[in-house]
């Protein structure tokens, strides 16, 4: 399992949110490729972006820090999510040298898309499901819809999707740690690897992880954490290593 630190994007800057609330916004840093950096320096291996604005926006706000970040760590696989809805924005986003777009309220709005984008964009399509109490959120979390998570990611998994990235949005941004039995959940019902996230806070959670064994739970996005120092990201990297060889 891999450790993948967060960077959220808002209005050119890194932040943190509350449970995906734009005004409960923390500023950690108005330069995203510093950042990124520290986090290539501490031996990422994998970033997760998302465009918070453009989450809420339905396109793109974002995209320039994101394309500099993939044009300065062309080695560094890098998925990035919020505001994508269309074929353009995907191929743009590839163009740059990111690895994988994340679909979120598109594909829960309009499923037929993730089959038809996965079609074009073999192997670079992941779906966000973000989730409180078993139901799917769309629009930035802002809206909770009547679909269950696991019979969505079975039939995004049918239509070919690369990974889900699974978030419990009671849990994220509050270091209350992540919610294992959920990520297991999922994890098990289907075939394809899962990204936790939304809670990781320490070492504990990423025992708890490893220890579901549910053989592709295979990264964990972490962001508060990081930026708030009860998580290190080369020691938490190097743990989640050891227990994945045990």
């Not at 993948?4 to 932040?15: R, S, Y």
């Not at 490729?33 to 997760?48: S, Y």
């Not at 760590?73 to 740059?96: K, S």
């Not at 819809?145 to 889900?164: L, P, T």
Request: net charge negative; glycine share 8%; charged share 25%.
């Amino acid at each position: 399992m891999i450790l993948i630190p967060a960077i959220d994007l808002k209005d050119g800057k890194c932040v943190r949110l509350r449970q995906g609330v734009m005004e409960d916004d923390t500023v950690f840093s108005d330069d995203p490729l510093e950042v990124a950096q520290r986090w290539v320096d501490a031996g990422a291996r994998r970033l997760h972006m998302v465009d918070l604005n453009g989450a809420f926006a339905g396109r793109p706000v974002n995209a320039e820090p994101v394309k500099r970040i993939a044009e300065a760590f062309p080695e560094l696989p890098i998925q990035i999510g919020g505001g994508i809805r269309d074929a353009d924005t995907i191929e743009a986003y590839l163009d740059a040298g990111v690895q994988w777009c994340i679909l979120g309220t598109k594909a829960v709005r309009e499923p037929h898309f993730v089959s038809e984008i996965c079609l074009q964009f073999s192997s670079h399509i992941i779906v966000g499901l973000d989730a409180k109490d078993g139901k799917v959120a769309v629009e930035g979390w802002s809206k909770l819809s009547r679909h269950d998570v696991i019979d969505m990611a079975q039939h995004f998994e049918n239509d070919g999707v690369d990974a889900i990235v699974y978030t419990d949005i009671s849990r994220d941004g509050m270091m209350q740690g992540v919610n294992v039995e959920a990520t297991a959940k999922l994890a098990n019902a289907v075939r394809i690897p899962v990204v936790a996230s939304g809670g990781i806070t320490n070492m504990d959670d990423i025992r708890a992880l490893c220890a579901a064994d549910t053989g592709n739970i295979v990264g964990a996005i972490t962001g508060r954490a990081l930026y708030e120092g009860t998580l290190d990201l080369t020691e938490a990297q190097r743990l989640a290593d050891e227990l994945s060889e045990d």
